[in-house]
Structures are given as C-alpha cells and as structure tokens.
C-alpha cells in the first residue's frame, strides 16, 4: 500500500517528548534484534517518564548486559536513520510477522483486526507501530537502560513470561541527568529497604505474597496515622462502621463486583451450601448501613467512614512492598445527601483531604477533574441533568477553593465524575492518594431512598470518598518521603539519652522519666561503647533528638541536646527541653 493511504487506526496525540520515548523503544528493539538475533517482540510502548519493550529474548539477557545494548543503540541512532511507514493489509501484515519469525505480532494483528496496518522502519528494523516517531533516529540522545524485569505477555498470568527492557527518555541532557538523580536518590529512600532496617515491616513468602506484617515500629506509626484520621473525621461530622471481610456471593452480584471486577477478586469459598467472597470494596456495606431503615431528608447529610480491611488479586509480578499488596485497609468513607447538599459535602470532602496532606508534610498537589466523553454519552450511567450538575458542582468546588486542576475528558467512571490528587513527595514524584468520585449506580442497584419534604420518595446522591488511598501504601510512601527520618509526632522513639558513662545512668533513667512524664517517648542507650558510636547509633536509628548527659549536665539539671541532621545544639534545661519537643510534638511539626 502507498504511503497516501488513509491511516485506519486513531491517531495517537503524543507530545514531543512521548513521541521521543516511544521512537527510543524502536531503537531499543533494533538493538535486541542486532545483539540477540531470533528474538521475539511484543509490544513496547512509552511511559511516564521512558519506555519499555516485551520480548522473548534469544540468549540470556540481564541487567549486566544494559550498557552493551545501550551502546549499540548509540551505534544505530548514529547512523541517522529516517523513520519511515508503509501501511499493510491483514494478509501482508500476516505474511510480514511470520516471514520473520514474530509469532507475538501474529496475535496482535488478530486482535487488532483492522482494515490496515501501519509499520515503521528505521535502518534495517521494521516493527509494526501506529506512531509517531522522531523524523531521524539521530534525535534519540539523552536516554538510560534502568532494568530488567520479568512480565506475562499482554499482561496474562497464564501466559508465557516474557524479559521487559526499562528505559527514561528525555529532550535534554539536563533533564535527564535530574531524572537519573532522583532515581538515585529513590534509591536510598526505598521503603523495603528503610521497613527492614527500621523494623517496620515484614512481607514474607512463607505467610503468602503482598500480605503484611506490621512489626511495633510501623505498628505504632500506623496507631498514630489512624488516630489523627479517626480525629479529624469525628470533627467532620462522620460516624464510624465497622463492616466484615466476606459477604454472600449473591451481594457482590448485586453490587455489579462479580460481573465487572472478578478479576480481582479472590475465588469465592462454600459455607453451608451457599457462597462467600472476601471483600475487595467497603461500599456495599455502608449502603446496608444507611438502607437499614427509611430515612428522612432531615438526617442527610449521612457520612459513614471506615478503615476496612479489603483484599484483592494482584499477580505475583505486580507486588511491590507496601506499594501494591495483596490484603490492605482502605481508609474509606461514603456520603449520603440531596442535591442541594451536593457542593458543601465535596468542599467538606477537599477540607478534610488538604488537612491530611498539609498535617502528613505533603504542601505541594496536583488535582485532575475527570469528567464524561460529550461524544460517547451512551455508555454512562445517569441523566444529562445530573452529570450537568455533578460535573458543574465538582468544578466549583474546586474554582471556589482556588485549586488549580487539569480537567480530563472521558476519564470519569460509567457511574460519575470524579475528582482526584496527587501529592509530590520530597524527591518531587508525584502519588495518586484521594479520590473524590460520584455514584450513579449503586443508588440505583440498592434501590436507596429517601422520604423527601414532599413526602414522596427521592434517590440520594453517593460520594465515594478515599483520602490517604490505603494505609499501608501511604505509609510506604511516607517512608520514602521522609526517608525514615519522622516528625517528631510520628517517631515511635523520639528521645534518646546517652549518659557519658556508666557513673551517669542514674541521671539518664531520671531524664527519661521526666520525659515520658509529659508524654514523650524517650529510652536509655547505656551500653558500654563509646559515646561517638551511640550518637552515631542514634542517627542510623533515625531518632529525631538525643541528649548527652555527664556530671555537669545533672549537677546543673540540664541536656546537651543533639538534633537528627543538625548535630549539637548545646547544652538546655531539661524543663526548656522537655517544652520545645512536647510543643514540636503537638503542632506536628515537619
């Protein structure tokens, strides 16, 4: 086929710099195939920030072996090669893909099954792509191979693993060498890492993948996180449920769950010859709360919350740490309540959201408003009027705080619009953690109702509203946020007191016990090792202050105060020391 010929597949609107990262995922398959001929490709698309490719690879082929495939990409990208497309029928594209031995790309065109079929060439590599791409493979400079990792083809578990190729792309050299940076320094700030030096957490094999094991450290960070949650939301006007892990199979039928997300859900166990599920959502039984007898328009607003246990199927090439697990406890909360209340409970909602991330040390968000496809209306669920107002109210809630925010077309789910934030961490990554989303169907599954002011029956509006995601990833990502260095308020040993010698211990046990007196957590470390290594051993503990304490320090009833990073801050009263970490304590201090 001509090159004129019309183009078949939609076009993809890629930026500059993704068309750059989806052409260096080209040149990276060009130089499997020159390095390890017979090689089979699969698809290797760009991504936030670079590239990957799938591929059966003919050889072994592991991390080592990055900096020779990345200097023969240099070598291929040198040659200046143009990209250039040719389009194909299903019979020539067939014929193509078995010719050279690509059985992979044989099954993308069946399942592609389109009138024709684009295919971009650069040097003496040929792969079948709907683009676009850089005009000369010699704009491809600044890029990094960064792993090798195992992945199913297209994603399905029973099928064969397949060896994925990472790589970061970017325009300039500067930008890539600050991305390289935080990737470094991502690194040292791993959460697994941290969790296991600092007793956190334990994920073992032996108990079951992506299943977690809060050891007294993270456990007791985890109380505090819950505690100020379950704080802020008694200020907020919420009543806390308490709901079970599993309910009858016929509940999650009803719910849509079982017809729309049995991919991850766990099979369904037999109890006296009916069946059960483990929940993978809070939602159905917050709905059973609020359904448990008519209610008037007088009691809406009702705001349930609950930090519920879920669990939920996730391959076991997709666990990563606290980020991605197997079981995990949602911190969930669903709103009941009138049109007329609509705008005051999503404002209430971004209320409650910026005071965790301004309390947890996240100032800086990014917010996305996702809204319906205008073209495709067909395929959501509800009346124009209600997703005019819906969308309408979202917008305004956000316009009315003054939060900038990114609308996003055909985003929103079949059931209503919704609005989501992201944090951005220390390193500048950026987290999804809340969602604010409105509910269009499960009022509507559940037949809810309430008695109006007319005396006539009325639909309620549902939010659906998840602040920090789930405890155990943002944990994780407070980990890496911090590095393992917390606050003052979150430290679970926030005092530690080091007498000079042995003749000082007295004074030490009578320093910390002035400090656990006013509520702080402070221990004695009076090993026998010289002062320099307990100081030294406090800091790779990650204790936010230490105090040395000598003969001079307990004739005159003061501390010579060391702070996490600062080093000595002089010697203080116990009394002022006591104060400025008890104050650091309340206020939350960062």
Known sequence: MSEEADYVFETPQLSDVETLRHSAAHLLASAIESLYPGTK??????????????????????????????????????????????????????????????????????????????????????????????KYSKKIKHYKLTKVAGAYLWGDEKREMLTRVYGVAYLTKDELEAHLEQLEEAKKRDHRVIGKEME??????????????????????????????????????????FSPHIARRSMWDKSGHTSHYSDSMYNPMEVEEDLYQLKPMNCPFHIGAFDSRRRSYRELPVRYCELGTVYRYER??????????????????????????????????????????????????????????????????????????AETTLAKVLDDRGIPYKRVTGEAA?????????????????????????????????????TGADNDSHRPIMIHRAL???????????????????????????????????????????????????????????????LGYRIRRAEMDKVPYSVVVGGREAENGTVGVRKRKEGDQGAMPLADFIARVAQEDADKTQ
């Not at 760009?46 to 200097?71: K, N, P, S, T, W």
């Open 41 to 134: 490709f699969a698809n290797g698309p760009h991504i936030d920030h670079g590239f990957y490719y799938d591929m059966a690879v003919a050889g072994d082929l592991g991390e080592d072996d990055l900096e020779r495939i990345e200097a023969e990409m240099k070598a291929i990208a040198k040659g200046n090669h143009g990209f250039r497309w040719s389009d194909k029928t299903k019979e020539e594209a067939i014929a193509w893909a078995n010719e050279t031995g690509q059985p992979y790309k044989v099954e993308l065109i069946e399942k592609l099954d389109v009138p024709s079929y684009r295919f971009y060439t650069h040097g003496d590599f040929t792969d079948m792509c709907q683009g676009p791409h850089v």
């Open 468 to 530: 920090l995601g789930s405890i155990e990833r943002f944990f994780g990502i407070l980990i890496e946020h911090y590095a393992g260095n917390f606050p003052v308020w979150l430290a679970p040993q926030q005092v530690r007191v080091l007498p000079l010698s042995e003749k000082f211990t007295d004074y030490a046990n009578e320093v910390r016990a002035a400090l656990t007196a006013a509520g702080l957590r402070a221990e004695v470390d009076d090993d026998s090792e010289k």
């Open 200 to 241: 956190l957490f334990k994920i073992d094999s032996d108990y079951g993948g992506g299943l977690v094991l809060w050891m007294p450290n993270g456990a007791f960070i985890r109380t505090m996180i819950e505690d100020f949650w379950r704080k802020a939301h008694i200020e907020a006007g919420y009543s806390f449920i």
């Open 414 to 450: 079949f059931y209503g619009p919704k609005i989501d934030v992201k944090v951005v961490d220390a390193i500048e990554r950026v987290w999804q953690l809340t969602t604010v989303q409105l509910d269009f169907n499960l009022p509507e599954r559940f037949d809810l109702g309430y």
């Open 316 to 389: 076991s090439g997709a666990l990563h740490g606290l980020m991605r697990v197997r079981g995990f406890t949602q911190d969930d909360a669903h709103v009941f309540c009138t049109q007329d209340q609509l705008e005051a409970e999503l404002g209430a909602c971004l209320d409650v959201a910026q005071l965790m991330y301004r309390t947890f040390g996240f100032p800086d968000y990014q917010v996305e408003l996702s809204v319906r496809d205008e073209a495709d209306r067909e395929k959501y669920l509800g009346s124009d009027e209600i997703w005019d107002l």
